[in-house]
Antibody, heavy 118, light 110 residues
Framework: EVQLLESGGGLVQPGGSLRLSCGAS????????MSWVRQAPGKGLEWVSV????????YYANSVKGRFTISRDSSKNTLSLQMNSLRAEDTAVYFC???????????WGQGTLVTVSS | QSVLMQPPSLSAAPGQKVTISCSGS????????VSWYQQLPGTAPKLLIY???KRPSGIPDRFSGSKSGTSATLGITGLQTGDEADYYC???????????FGGGTKLTVL
């Protein structure tokens, strides 16, 4: 059974940093691209970043480019998102998702809440 | 403003059929597979349709998907109160190298 479990969310001041993690199990982690998708309170889904299965390619939404860094550790089956220079508008539930594979995010974690506020 | 355009809300009676549209462009829907997600209140999104019209194991055939050009459609027949949820379309934009989602459609079954 595929499982994705996020951790690391919390309350952080504007300009601060936070590191999210996503533990994966039930599949060969290195075979799949992995993404972070966020959802601000009461809003829709916003794709944030993706990393290829090998870790060699990464892409970011313009809204986080230069502030967030996605990475993966295939020895630990873990996906990470380092978030720096956080802003109030980064407040959201952050989901870890497997994919995209042919445009599909087929499994999602339960999400972790990040609140940026003074 | 989302890259993919969906109606913000729809409502229908139990047993009825609804269709949810998703409009994009040649760089996203026009050249990539479309997927659809159901998000029940307070939960994570769940994959409903992938590769335009395929259903994952466990998804009833009341749910269907189609794509034509730069638009896609999710159909739900035999509506049930348990289908009340937010529905999102999604795909990859090959020109921008970004994932894209629709703004979501809130379905009310009344």
């Amino acid at each position: 059974e595929v499982q994705l479990l996020e951790s690391g969310g919390g309350l952080v001041q504007p300009g601060g940093s936070l590191r999210l993690s996503c533990g994966a199990s039930g599949f060969t982690f290195s075979n799949y691209a992995m993404s972070w998708v966020r959802q601000a309170p009461g809003k829709g889904l916003e794709w944030v970043s993706v990393i290829s299965g090998s870790g060699g390619n990464t892409y970011y939404a313009n809204s986080v480019k230069g502030r967030f860094t996605i990475s993966r550790d295939s020895s630990k089956n873990t996906l990470s998102l380092q978030m720096n220079s956080l802003r109030a508008e980064d407040t959201a539930v952050y989901f870890c998702a497997r994919g995209p594979t042919r445009g599909t995010f087929d499994y999602w974690g339960q999400g972790t809440l990040v609140t940026v506020s003074s | 403003q989302s890259v993919l355009m969906q109606p913000p809300s729809l409502s229908a009676a139990p047993g009825q059929k609804v269709t949810i549209s998703c409009s994009g462009s040649s760089s996203n829907i026009g050249n990539n597979y479309v997927s659809w997600y159901q998000q029940l209140p307070g939960t994570a999104p769940k994959l409903l349709i992938y590769e335009n019209n395929k259903r994952p194991s466990g998804i009833p055939d009341r749910f269907s998907g189609s794509k034509s050009g730069t638009s896609a459609t999710l159909g739900i027949t035999g509506l049930q109160t348990g289908d009340e949820a937010d529905y999102y379309c999604g795909t990859w934009d090959g020109s921008l190298s970004v994932g894209v989602f629709g703004g979501g459609t809130k379905l009310t079954v009344l």
